[in-house]
């Protein structure tokens, strides 16, 4: 997994946007022709083109995908947790500016499908020609690279202009799009974007993308937390009761309140929590208790720990995953982009290492060992009983598989 710099993933300062499309236009062409560009663009791009050849998209005219209903899209709203309050957001920060700029704004979730379209009423007629309407699929194996796609698979913010759209239909437009995180889980939502034609875009609308997108996880934080803060009121009376150790944790693991334990603001949580006991990295077995909203959970007396298989899976663009598969249960933690990297080197050099050896992996910085500590620090808090340090690894004595 290669991780951009920010300054990957807009055009560079100063650059004439006419000049850089031709140059661009001859690179795309050798590119879907199999051949190597004399000059390529932006290396997201060139990545990002390389993924869609490889799909079989149609440099011409994209992939066959209809709009899905009416009703489809509306069962999407509701659920692609984008709350009213962050899409207030969104709209009241984007859609001002591309009405009187000649935009449009696209939301869309998690699987790249349109939810909302606000916004200049004539781009919206030239968006439909394209096939830009509510219900489309926007992603990278459907419509090739483009700012919604290519955030969604990057998990950054990204401006694609003009022929970097690797369908030649959309070489008229220019797209920025960042994505939206839950900040439950750090799982990607969906990714709001602003979308028209190449010669009216500004150079700061990425920018601002960003930062509407920022205020709208904010809200979505907002909202967590008061959910909290319902829960640690109920935890309170409850805890006061017990003897021992014992939390309380909303459903994505984030500690409402506890006693006896030391502070720590989440733990890892099984997929399903369908039985009164489940093996967790950090206390072993514990009993479980539901909570309106919550789950009270109490570790049970520490026994031998059971063999286990470990899997990093970073198939799923977005959607990194460590699985753990022991006799007595299996549980599966969603990662973040970094903490996926991280994982994934550690699966694949069991001997370990330094700090400064997975600096020099992750950001071709050796001297960044404090980020690294630090990211370490997070992991080893999560997974105490899977990892070791000095040199950082996975224990000896587990199974362990990468799967890309």
């Given at each position: 997994?290669?991780?951009?710099?920010?300054?990957?993933?807009?055009?560079?300062?100063?650059?004439?946007?006419?000049q850089?499309?031709?140059?661009?236009?001859r690179?795309?062409?050798?590119?879907?022709?199999?051949?190597?560009?004399?000059?390529?663009?932006?290396?997201?791009?060139?990545?990002?083109?390389?993924r869609?050849?490889?799909?079989?998209?149609?440099?011409?005219?994209?992939?066959?995908?209809?709009?899905?209903?009416?009703?489809?899209?509306?069962?999407?709203?509701?659920?692609?947790?984008?709350?009213?309050?962050a899409?207030?957001?969104?709209?009241?920060?984007?859609?001002p500016?591309?009405?009187?700029?000649?935009?449009?704004?696209?939301?869309?979730?998690?699987?790249?499908?349109?939810?909302?379209?606000?916004?200049h009423?004539?781009?919206?007629?030239q968006?439909?020609?394209?096939?830009?309407?509510?219900?489309?699929?926007?992603?990278?194996?459907?419509?090739?690279?483009?700012?919604?796609?290519?955030?969604?698979v990057?998990?950054?913010?990204?401006?694609?202009?003009?022929?970097?759209?690797?369908?030649?239909?959309?070489?008229?437009?220019?797209?920025?799009?960042?994505?939206?995180?839950?900040?439950?889980?750090?799982?990607?939502?969906?990714?709001?974007?602003?979308?028209?034609?190449?010669?009216?875009?500004?150079?700061?609308?990425?920018?601002?993308?960003?930062?509407?997108?920022?205020?709208?996880?904010?809200?979505?934080?907002?909202?967590?937390?008061?959910?909290?803060?319902?829960?640690?009121?109920?935890?309170?009376?409850?805890?006061?009761?017990?003897?021992?150790?014992?939390?309380?944790?909303?459903?994505?693991?984030?500690?409402?309140?506890?006693?006896?334990?030391?502070?720590?603001?989440?733990?890892?949580?099984?997929?399903?929590?369908?039985?009164?006991?489940?093996?967790?990295?950090?206390?072993?077995?514990?009993?479980?208790?539901?909570?309106?909203?919550?789950?009270?959970?109490?570790?049970?007396?520490?026994?031998?720990?059971?063999?286990?298989?470990?899997?990093?899976?970073v198939?799923?663009?977005?959607?990194?995953?460590?699985?753990?598969?022991?006799?007595?249960?299996?549980?599966?933690?969603?990662?973040?982009?970094?903490?996926?990297?991280?994982?994934?080197?550690?699966?694949?050099?069991?001997?370990?290492?330094?700090?400064?050896?997975?600096?020099?992996?992750?950001?071709?910085?050796?001297?960044?060992?404090?980020?690294?500590?630090?990211?370490?620090?997070?992991?080893?808090?999560?997974?105490?009983?899977?990892?070791?340090?000095?040199?950082?690894?996975?224990?000896?004595?587990?199974?362990?598989?990468?799967?890309?």
């Amino acid at each position: 997994m290669r991780t951009h710099r920010l300054d990957e993933t807009a055009l560079p300062v100063a650059t004439d946007p006419r000049q850089y499309a031709r140059v661009v236009a001859r690179a795309h062409d050798a590119v879907v022709s199999g051949c190597r560009p004399a000059v390529s663009p932006r290396q997201l791009i060139v990545e990002s083109w390389h993924r869609a050849r490889s799909q079989g998209v149609n440099p011409d005219h994209g992939a066959e995908s209809r709009p899905v209903s009416a009703g489809e899209v509306e069962r999407r709203r509701v659920t692609c947790g984008i709350t009213d309050d962050a899409l207030l957001v969104l709209r009241g920060g984007l859609v001002p500016a591309a009405e009187s700029g000649g935009h449009i704004v696209v939301i869309v979730d998690v699987e790249g499908r349109v939810l909302w379209r606000d916004g200049h009423p004539g781009v919206f007629r030239q968006a439909d020609r394209l096939g830009f309407v509510e219900g489309a699929c926007w992603l990278e194996n459907t419509v090739g690279t483009n700012a919604i796609g290519t955030a969604l698979v990057e998990g950054v913010p990204v401006q694609v202009q003009s022929a970097e759209h690797y369908v030649r239909s959309h070489h008229a437009w220019t797209c920025a799009a960042a994505p939206i995180r839950d900040p439950r889980d750090g799982l990607l939502l969906g990714a709001v974007d602003v979308s028209g034609p190449a010669g009216t875009m500004h150079p700061s609308t990425l920018a601002l993308v960003r930062a509407v997108a920022g205020l709208a996880e904010a809200k979505l934080r907002d909202a967590h937390r008061t959910r909290l803060d319902r829960l640690r009121a109920v935890a309170a009376p409850l805890l006061a009761k017990i003897d021992g150790q014992a939390l309380v944790v909303d459903p994505n693991g984030w500690v409402a309140a506890s006693t006896g334990l030391p502070p720590m603001d989440r733990i890892a949580l099984p997929d399903r929590l369908d039985s009164q006991e489940a093996w967790l990295p950090a206390f072993g077995a514990c009993s479980l208790e539901p909570l309106p909203e919550g789950i009270l959970l109490r570790p049970c007396a520490p026994d031998a720990p059971s063999a286990a298989r470990v899997v990093v899976d970073v198939r799923r663009s977005g959607r990194p995953a460590l699985t753990v598969h022991r006799t007595s249960g299996n549980w599966t933690y969603r990662l973040s982009g970094r903490h996926a990297e991280i994982l994934l080197d550690l699966a694949e050099n069991r001997a370990g290492r330094t700090a400064a050896e997975l600096a020099e992996q992750l950001f071709g910085d050796r001297t960044r060992t404090i980020t690294v500590r630090a990211e370490m620090s997070r992991l080893r808090k999560r997974f105490g009983d899977l990892l070791d340090h000095r040199p950082y690894r996975f224990l000896a004595d587990l199974d362990v598989t990468a799967v890309r």
